[in-house]
């Protein structure tokens, strides 16, 4: 099929700044595009070449605007499944398949699955509800401290709490959920695995993250992961296996924990670009949305490997402050070599929203990292 510059239609579901930055690779090859998304301010309504508002859990919505493109992708989990599954059943290509989002979408299912598919991961028990869970835990089931999560409708740190105390189960919200062992650990680290539908798959480098102790948000993602290459290679050979048992097309960004032992435990996964591969858009010779499209599209992937160190730092909104917002001293980070600023676009900010990211690449990884603070500690994301 021509996709460049014809009569082809790309379809997204979600319009966020995810969305914002595939379209930046869909302009670069000239491919129509629509994107649905619930917001009329969404950031992927700028870039693309037809924009829908819409419930992305709406039957009907999705299943209408799936109609009018002839490959489908996403990049937010939270979609209407059966709406998904007809259009697939109708012809429309679907990547990720409903059947790979299926086993992803709730934390509960996706942790079962890698207990069926003996893929390492941190013991857990699953939930109806916090009831069910405080019961658990007064019996002795579980013991405190253990990760609580809600199974859905969980992102950025939202629907994760550590359990120290019985008192911190208190204001739980009333969902499924999951209580999970706390795992001892050394690094958390990601890998992004791509996939086409002929069967061509790659990895990404492992990367290393570091994540803001409050918010349970990443606050640094360095590329490549300071570990020992034998972990490395452990962890990716692992992540290919967990993108084998998905049978997922597109990427899949598999996020692990790093024992003290040097053991490889998966945490979750994402079937869509992911924050730990946004370092990928200076870093690498093909970025984690480039080779997402080439993958659902069937075209041959790109080169994965890195050109130089990359370190990713996420821009949150500061505490304290909600409104109109102003990236304070971004002028002064735009003078620094190596230093590329993304703004989402999202013209509100709020304490600990993703507002933004800034890339650091350098030759030497101890200076790219020693930037990345630099670059934390001068720019602020504050409002009006």
């Given at each position: 099929m021509n996709y460049f510059s014809s009569d082809f239609k790309l379809g997204i579901l979600g319009g966020g700044q995810l969305g914002k930055m595939l379209l930046s690779d869909t302009r670069k090859f000239d491919i129509q595009t629509y994107v649905l998304d619930p917001s009329d301010e969404a950031p992927s309504k700028i870039a693309c070449n037809k924009f829908f508002q819409g419930d992305l859990m709406d039957y009907e919505t999705v299943y209408n605007f799936g109609k009018q493109v002839d490959v489908l992708t996403f990049e937010i989990e939270l979609v209407n499944l059966e709406a998904l599954t007809q259009l697939e059943n109708e012809g429309v290509k679907v990547y990720p398949s409903p059947k790979t989002l299926k086993g992803i979408q709730n934390k509960g299912v996706q942790k079962d699955f890698y207990t069926e598919s003996k893929i390492p991961t941190a013991a857990y028990l699953r939930f109806e509800s916090p009831?069910?869970?405080?019961?658990?835990?007064?019996?002795?089931?579980?013991?405190?401290p253990f990760v609580w999560k809600c199974t859905e409708f969980g992102y950025d740190g939202n629907g994760v709490k550590i359990i120290r105390q019985i008192?911190?189960?208190?204001?739980?919200?009333?969902?499924?959920?999951?209580a999970e062992t706390m795992v001892p650990f050394k690094n958390e680290l990601a890998v992004i695995v791509v996939r086409n539908p002929s069967g061509e798959i790659k990895t990404y480098p492992v990367v290393e993250m570091e994540f803001h102790p409050e918010a349970n948000q990443v606050e640094y993602v360095i590329c490549p992961a300071r570990i020992d290459e034998k972990v490395a290679e452990k962890a990716r050979a692992i992540a290919l296996n967990v993108s084998e048992k998905f049978n997922h097309v597109g990427l899949l960004a598999v996020e692990m924990f790093q024992t003290n032992e040097d053991e490889i435990l998966v945490n979750e996964v994402?079937?869509?670009?992911?924050?730990s591969g946004h370092y990928s858009i200076e870093a690498s010779y093909t970025s984690q949305f480039e080779n997402h499209l080439r993958a659902i599209l069937d075209l041959p992937l790109g080169n994965t490997d890195s050109k130089v160190a990359g370190v990713m730092v996420n821009l949150v909104g500061a505490e304290g402050f909600s409104g109109d917002v102003v990236y304070e001293n971004i002028e002064t980070i735009l003078g620094w070599d190596g230093v590329t600023p993304h703004i989402y676009g999202k013209k509100e900010t709020r304490p600990?929203?993703?507002?933004?990211?800034?890339?650091?690449?350098?030759?030497?990884?101890?200076?790219a990292r020693r930037i990345a603070e630099e670059v934390k500690n001068t720019i602020r994301v504050i409002s009006i």
């Open positions: 009831e069910h869970l405080q019961k658990s835990v007064g019996n002795s089931e579980i013991t405190i008192s911190d189960m208190d204001d739980l919200p009333n969902v499924e959920c999951i994402a079937p869509r670009p992911h924050n600990f929203r993703k507002m933004g990211h800034v890339t650091i690449v350098n030759e030497d990884m101890v200076e």
